[in-house]
């Protein structure tokens, strides 16, 4: 079976400053897609960033970056300049057909 | 623009009743998906939907059951509600039929079961 662990059930961080959320993920499949969801208290389930498992290079999109390790399994997302509003719930995800999801780990930015 | 709209957005039932989640979307996807979310478990697929016509089950099917009508719907039945189906449920569609392609979601329906 498929599975993703976020072990990190809650996290703060001060804004402006650099936090990093961890995920794992279990699979035999050797392509698969990796994504980080960002839910605020509106509930709204809002992409943040994306990884192909095929591709070498880390996905970036603006403050928002992963550290990508297939071979460990470890899909992590590291948040830069950290602002009051991205203060969330944040689920890692991966998977083909079928998105499997982690927990979740719950971000609050501190002013 | 909607996007991928879910009704009714709250809904508290009797154990035993039964009732209908729907979900429409506009984005014209092929796939199609029912996850619920409750505290401390993520999100888990119910049901999902890969084109009209197709249904399969996901990791937790048991007590639902699912109709995709058309390529732009799809509900999702709980024939006898029980207290622990108690979760928000979110619809979300998908525009490829293989592995690339976020999902795109609903703003949830939160189901109360007493």
């Known amino acids: 079976a498929q599975t993703v662990t976020q072990s990190q059930p809650e996290m703060s961080v001060q804004e402006a400053e650099t936090v990093t959320l961890s995920c794992t993920y279990d699979?035999?499949?050797?392509?698969?897609?990796l994504f980080w969801y960002k839910q605020p208290p509106s509930r709204q389930m809002i992409l943040v960033i994306r990884q192909e498992a095929y591709k070498q290079q880390n996905a970036t999109e603006n403050r928002f970056s992963v550290n990508f390790q297939k071979a460990a399994k470890s899909f992590s997302l590291k948040i830069s300049d950290s602002q009051l509003g991205d203060t969330a719930m944040y689920f890692c995800?991966?998977?083909?057909?079928?998105?499997?999801f982690g927990a979740g780990t719950i971000l609050r930015v501190k002013s | 623009n909607a996007g991928v709209t879910q009704t009714p957005k709250f809904q508290v039932l009797k154990t035993g009743q039964s009732m209908t989640l729907q979900c429409a979307q506009d984005?014209?996807?092929?796939?199609m998906y029912w996850y619920r979310q409750d505290p401390g478990m993520g999100l888990r697929l119910i049901y999902y939907s890969a084109s009209e016509g197709t249904t399969d089950k996901g990791e937790v099917p048991n007590g639902y059951n699912v109709s995709r009508l058309n390529k732009r719907e799809f509900s999702l039945r709980l024939e006898s509600a029980a207290p622990s189906q108690t979760s928000v449920y979110f619809c979300?569609?998908?525009?490829?039929?293989?592995?690339?392609?976020?999902?795109?979601f609903g703003e949830g329906s939160r189901l109360t079961v007493l």
């Open positions: 979300a569609t998908r525009r490829d039929r293989g592995i690339t392609g976020e999902l795109f």
């Open positions: 984005m014209n996807h092929n796939s």
């Open positions: 699979t035999s499949e050797s392509n698969y897609y």
């Open positions: 995800a991966f998977g083909g057909n079928k998105l499997v």
